[in-house]
């Protein structure tokens, strides 16, 4: 599993933009969650396929990096390519790139 640290993000956001999916839940995703992030709860994934589809970088986000590492492993078995985990998940973005950002 491919895996990306806040600091290395943040430098590609500059750049790039990939996909930024954020599986935590809502009520979590309105405390912070990284700009031009999507918010797709872990358990509405399986519905929610067709959104992802056609994107070439998605990057998965939580709050650690635990949900999002379940949800990459089920994507890949949906055959879905280039996903990359957020090491520490926004708690570490608001951490170490935005310190602004609330904790929780």
Avoid at 20 to 37: A, F, K, N, T
Avoid at 70 to 80: D, E, G, P, T
Wanted: charged residues 20%.
């Amino acid at each position: 599993m491919h895996s990306i640290s806040v600091v290395q993000l943040a430098a590609q956001l500059e750049t790039e933009k990939p996909l930024l999916l954020d599986v935590r839940e809502p009520w979590e995703y309105e405390i912070c969650h990284i700009d031009g992030s999507i918010n797709i709860p872990m358990e509405h994934i399986p519905q929610q396929l067709s959104k992802l589809q056609g994107a070439t970088a998605i990057v998965v986000i939580c709050h650690h990096g635990i949900r999002s590492q379940n949800v990459i492993r089920f994507l890949q078995h949906q055959s879905v390519d280039g996903l990359v985990n957020l090491d520490g998940g926004v708690d570490a973005w608001a951490r170490e790139v935005d310190p602004d950002m609330p904790l929780y």
